[in-house]
């Protein structure tokens, strides 16, 4: 027993190890989840604090073969603040594609009533599905998380541009 805490501690304490066992998390922004055969990149995350709102963008690709992606609105697409206040995520303008092999998409998500103050969501949830063209009963899904997303402001709140 001492023998096998000790040497997952010795794994655990290996930088490279804790990090492939989820132990410590990455730096910056990632993507957790998704659907195999599709790669995921996160592009950014910029909001307009006066509107409270903020737009994160990322794309996908599919290696394989062709698919009809669907990104339903529902109460599982949400982000979640430093303060655990969580926000609505939708697809700007609500998202339905059928998208070729190895072509890269690109897909704007939008959350509102964000407060002043707020400058990162911890976590952004969207579910994701996804059905291969011409391939009955080939419906998959998955939720994607974005994790550590930095919201970079393009123009300031007033409460935080009046001082006193």
């Known amino acids: 027993m001492k023998k096998s805490f000790f040497l997952l501690s010795l794994l655990l304490a290996l930088p490279g190890c804790a990090l ?3 132990v410590i998390p990455p730096q910056g922004t990632y993507v957790r989840g998704g659907l195999p055969g599709f790669a995921y990149r996160y592009e950014g995350c910029t909001g307009n604090a006066a509107d409270g709102k903020a737009w994160l963008t990322f794309t996908f690709q ?3 073969a062709p698919q009809i992606v669907y990104l339903p609105a529902s109460s599982d697409a949400y982000a979640v603040d ?3 206040n969580r ?4 697809a700007a303008n609500g998202y339905t594609r059928d998208s070729r092999a190895g072509v890269t998409e690109r897909v704007v998500l939008e959350a ?3 407060p002043p103050g707020v ?3 911890v976590m952004l949830c969207l579910p994701f599905v996804s059905t291969t063209d011409g391939v009955n009963n080939s419906q ?6 974005f994790r550590n997303v930095v919201i970079q402001y393009t123009q300031p709140a007033e409460s935080q541009t009046h001082k006193p």
């Open 62 to 64: 599919h290696r394989l």
């Open 82 to 84: 430093v303060h655990g």
């Open 112 to 114: 509102r009533g964000i």
């Open 20 to 22: 492939l066992y989820g």
């Open 140 to 145: 998959r899904s998955a939720t994607l998380e």
């Open 87 to 90: 926000y609505r995520v939708e």
């Open 119 to 121: 400058d990162r969501f």
